[in-house]
């Protein structure tokens, strides 16, 4: 029904910057919430940053100052913008879509490795 492309991984030095962006296709009527998770070898997935209906926007306190998420409503994509990398972020990223209150999707993730 909805399928959510990503794209943007990559390997990149510390102190660097990486963008990512998650495209959601399908039957869309309107989105409550997008944002990424990110989940390192041995750890739980945790939650990066998300943007809300209403204009609200939420960081893990690890991020806040160097990530930034932004999303375009009518291409029904979301966007993570990560300055200042540190090797701690590295991670696979996936994007998270909730469609309305019962519907949430999941994209396959993109790695991001931060090292010199």
């Known amino acids: 029904q909805v399928q959510l492309v990503e794209s943007g991984g990559g390997l990149v030095q510390p102190g660097g910057s990486l963008s990512l962006s998650c495209a959601a296709s399908g039957s869309i009527s309107s989105i409550y919430r997008m944002g990424w998770y990110r989940q390192a070898p041995g750890t739980q997935r945790e939650l990066v940053a998300a943007?809300?209906?209403?204009?609200?926007?939420d960081y893990a306190d690890s991020v806040k100052g160097r990530f930034s998420i932004s999303r375009d409503n009518a291409k029904n994509t979301v966007y993570l913008q990560m300055n200042s990398l540190k090797p701690e972020d590295t991670a696979v990223y996936y994007c998270n879509v909730k469609i309305d209150f019962f519907s949430v999707y999941w994209g396959q993730g993109t790695q991001v490795t931060v090292s010199s």
């Open positions: 943007s809300n209906l209403g204009g609200s926007t």
